[in-house]
Nanobody, 119 residues
Framework: EVQLVESGGALVQAGGSLRLSCAAS????????IGWFRQAPGKEREAVSC???????RYADSVLGRFTISRDNAKNTAYLQINSLKPEDTAVYYC?????????????WGKGTLVTVSS
């Protein structure tokens, strides 16, 4: 059974930092592109950052310079380091995996972890 389990979400003050984790199982993690997405209240889900199987990274303009995506293939885990948090970063953060590329139509999705940023 494929599972993606996010953790690390919390209530934090603006300017703070968090590290989100995504633990994967049930598929060959090394071969998959991993993406982090978020959905704020009343808004559509958006892509935040992706990392390919060979480590190529890309970021949404809104998080560039503040978010860092990484992966540890030995642990089947991906991470999203979030610094300089802003109230507009408040959202449910999802990780997802795809065998080919990062898009809104990933093969597998986690259930999300809530990040709330207070001003």
């Amino acid at each position: 059974e494929v599972q993606l389990v996010e953790s690390g979400g919390a209530l934090v003050q603006a300017g703070g930092s968090l590290r989100l984790s995504c633990a994967a199982s049930g598929f060959t993690f090394d071969d998959y592109t991993i993406g982090w997405f978020r959905q704020a209240p009343g808004k559509e889900r958006e892509a935040v950052s992706c990392i390919s199987s060979d480590g190529h990274r890309r970021y949404a303009d809104s998080v560039l310079g503040r978010f860092t995506i990484s992966r540890d293939n030995a642990k089947n885990t991906a991470y999203l380091q979030i610094n300089s948090l802003k109230p507009e970063d408040t959202a449910v953060y999802y990780c997802a995996a795809d065998s080919i590329l990062c898009s809104a139509h990933m093969d597998y999705w986690g259930k999300g972890t809530l990040v709330t940023v207070s001003s």
